[in-house]
């Protein structure tokens, strides 16, 4: 079924049921009203005068154009701008292996950028010890080393970096870092991680 252009009726012309039901039934279910089915559907031409229904979408979704530019789509707001809170354990450096930069375990994000754009990360941590030197720290994003923050010597030493690297299409990954200054075993806890991808 397909829209007709309104027929010019003239004087005394007999009116018949096909032509009542091609110019008047048939242009009706071709309307807005007639294509939308359940709350939230919105019409869009697929063509001159053709409209199709799209369903309403799932919750936060947002609205764009589809990779061919022919229709709108619902898209997730997580394939727009990737994003992931991380909250890893408590970590203690207590032996010497965290004498060097190692992996924070549990703090890695990997996703697959849509197109180029800029990867941000920010992380907070304390620094748990008394005296001597505590845990040094630093974010790194798809495989560039962001500022090392130094450790204090006092004791919840609060720790916060920012960090964002310019990326392009395909897999990215992110990361916190850390190691200790010194001979001491500081803890670090309290440990939370935010990455977030925004297009160009």
Do not use: C
């Not at 359940?38 to 199709?52: H, I, M, P």
């Not at 997730?76 to 060097?100: C, E, G, R």
């Not at 609060?158 to 990215?172: E, M, P």
């Amino acid at each position: 079924m397909a829209w007709t252009a309104p027929r010019t009726w003239v004087a005394d012309e007999i009116v018949t049921a096909a032509l009542m039901n091609t110019h008047v039934r048939d242009n009706l279910l071709e309307t807005m009203t007639a294509k939308v089915t359940t709350a939230g559907d919105t019409a869009y031409a697929t063509a001159a005068n053709a409209l199709a229904r799209l369903g309403i979408g799932a919750a936060h979704e947002l609205l764009r154009t589809n990779s061919g530019a022919t229709a709108p789509e619902w898209v997730a707001l997580s394939t727009l701008a990737p994003h992931k809170q991380l909250k890893p354990s408590n970590v203690a450096l207590n032996d010497s292996s965290w004498d060097v930069m190692k992996d924070v375990p549990g703090s890695s994000f990997t996703f697959t950028a849509p197109k180029a754009g800029t990867l941000w990360g920010w992380y907070r941590a304390v620094n748990n010890v008394v005296g001597g030197q505590a845990a040094n720290t630093r974010l790194v994003l798809d495989g560039t080393n962001g500022h090392t923050w130094t450790g204090s010597t006092g004791a919840d030493d609060i720790q916060n970096g920012l960090f964002a690297k310019d990326v392009s299409l395909g897999s990215r990954t992110g990361k916190l870092q850390t190691q200790r200054s010194g001979a001491d075993n500081p803890n670090l806890q309290d440990i939370v991680i935010a990455f977030i991808f925004l297009p160009d």
